[in-house]
């Protein structure tokens, strides 16, 4: 199982962003996906989550401002960021709750996709 993120850059202060991130393999099912993000010097922090049938959770910093969503069958979330602000800029990692064809269910993360806030 591989996870595969996209769509980070650089943006201005106000401007938004898509981020995708996509698993493949032998996937039976998906649990939980969610966007993670980890800035310079600091820990990994949630950025939301969202549930295989739409639940979703933010990170206080994220309410208002950014939507996760998710398609099942494309085993793909998306991370819609609007109004980004330089405290924004980080590594933004996916991670998905997978149950394999063969095996255990396990948690997987993506490679990380930076995004880069700055006028």
């Known amino acids: 199982v591989q996870l595969q993120a996209s769509g980070g850059g650089l943006v201005q202060p106000g401007e938004s962003l898509q981020l995708s991130c996509t698993a493949s393999?032998?996937?039976?099912?998906?649990?939980?996906m969610g966007w993670y993000r980890q800035a310079p010097g600091k820990q990994r922090e949630l950025v939301a989550r969202?549930?295989?049938?739409?639940?979703?959770a933010y990170a206080d910093s994220a309410k208002g401002r950014f939507t996760i969503s998710r398609d099942n069958p494309k085993n793909t979330v998306y991370l819609q960021m609007n109004n980004l602000r330089p405290e924004d800029t980080a590594v933004y990692y996916c991670?998905?709750?997978?149950?394999?064809?063969?095996?255990?269910?396990?948690?997987?993360w993506g490679q990380g996709t930076l995004v880069t806030v700055s006028s």
């Open positions: 991670n998905a709750d997978v149950i394999p064809y063969a095996g255990q269910r396990s948690a997987y």
């Open positions: 393999g032998r996937i039976f099912n998906i649990n939980d």
């Open positions: 969202i549930t295989r049938g739409g639940g979703t």
